[in-house]
């Protein structure tokens, strides 16, 4: 099992700037990627940046230029640098880790923490 557990959520104007931390525990040996995804009221949670062990980095097009998605394997952190906030980006933002066990993949979640953005 992989547990997750976020931080750095907050209230920022737009065009400021927050970072997200979340630090993974568990099978941590068994990551393969990291990423964040969120969830604004009413819509599906998309995935926003996620950063492989091994690969290319990938963001969502909405976010592309802005956020930076990070990976710190000694502290077995990931964090999510968001510059340029706009309203739009107002979310509860998860952290996500992709890990093995017997050849099977899994999905671990956070707790989510709360993004505003205000205009």
């Known amino acids: 099992q992989v547990q997750l557990v976020e931080s750095g959520g907050g209230l920022v104007q737009a065009g400021g700037s927050l970072t997200l931390s979340c630090a993974a525990s568990g099978s941590i040996f068994s990551i393969n990627a990291m990423g964040w995804a969120r969830q604004a009221p009413g819509k599906q949670r998309e995935l926003v940046a996620r950063i492989p062990s091994s690969g290319t980095t990938y963001y969502a097009d909405s976010v592309k230029g802005r956020f930076t998605i990070s990976r710190d394997n000694a502290k077995n952190t990931v964090y999510l640098q968001m510059n340029s906030l706009k309203p739009e980006d107002t979310a509860v933002y998860y952290c996500?880790?992709?890990?093995?066990?017997?050849?099977?993949?899994?999905?671990?979640w956070g707790q989510g923490t709360q993004v505003t953005v205000s205009s």
């Open positions: 996500n880790a992709v890990w093995w066990r017997a050849a099977v993949p899994y999905d671990s």
